[in-house]
T-cell receptor, first 113, second 113 residues
Framework: EPEVTQTPSHQVTQMGQEVILRCVPI?????FYWYRQILGQKVEFLVS????????KSEIFDDQFSVERPDGSNFTLKIRSTKLEDSAMYFC???????????FGPGTRLLVL | KQEVTQIPAALSVPEGENLVLNCSFT??????LQWFRQDHGKGLTSLLL?????REQTSGRLNASLDKSSGRSTLYIAASQPGDSATYLC????????????FGTGTKLQVIP
């Protein structure tokens, strides 16, 4: 069964460094998403992406964040200058013909020191 | 505001017991509702997805029901096992043009051998 994959599974970085989290959505899917979960808190929506542009973003998704689909398979989340409070689990999701049925990846745990 | 609430926040039961986890949501206009399992510090495992036109879904020992009019869903786990110990998350895709899934805070289940 096709699945969403994410790399790396864990990443440790120093505050102020740039990180890129990578996702490979299910191959025929057209809608892509990023969510995050700070330890002990609920999963929160960050951004949705369709037709090579951001279609919706939350207040969390500020200028430090960006998303890109650099080729036909990858979907990336970049954090330009990481802060301690960016430490969280980041989940990628994708969906096919509509945004309502989203398939989630296993997550990348980011730790900012 | 569209919100998802899960009560209780934690539940401890002896092995073999049948149990029910509850999820409530503030807006009955939904596309679907999904139940996930999350092991401590790990990613999301999708358990069951109920479309808005459906009343319930079953998978093995799990049965999820949906009552849109009352804004409620339940996840029934039969004959609980220690391996069922995890946090169970309810996630709702609300209608209304928003492309995001809204998660509840979860119920942390412990099944005692």
């Amino acid at each position: 069964e096709p699945e969403v994959t994410q790399t790396p599974s864990h990443q440790v970085t120093q505050m102020g460094q740039e990180v890129i989290l990578r996702c490979v959505p299910i191959s025929n899917h057209l809608y892509f998403y990023w969510y995050r979960q700070i330890l002990g808190q609920k999963v929160e929506f960050l951004v949705s992406f369709y037709n090579n542009e951001i279609s919706e973003k939350s207040e969390i998704f500020d200028d430090q964040f960006s998303v890109e689909r650099p080729d036909g398979s990858n979907f990336t989340l970049k954090i330009r200058s990481t802060k301690l409070e960016d430490s969280a689990m980041y989940f990628c999701a994708s969906s096919s013909v509509g945004p309502e049925t989203q398939y989630f990846g296993p997550g990348t745990r980011l730790l900012v020191l | 505001k569209q919100e998802v609430t899960q009560i209780p926040a934690a539940l401890s039961v002896p092995e073999g017991e049948n149990l029910v986890l509850n999820c409530s949501f503030t807006d009955s206009a939904i596309y679907n509702l999904q139940w996930f399992r999350q092991d401590h510090g790990k990613g999301l495992t999708s358990l069951l997805l109920i479309q808005s036109s459906q009343r319930e879904q079953t998978s093995g020992r799990l049965n999820a029901s949906l009552d849109k009019s009352s804004g409620r869903s339940t996840l029934y786990i039969a004959a609980s096992q220690p391996g069922d110990s995890a946090t169970y998350l309810c996630a709702v895709f609300f209608s209304g043009g928003y492309q995001k899934v809204t998660f509840g805070t979860g119920t942390k289940l412990q099944v005692i051998p």
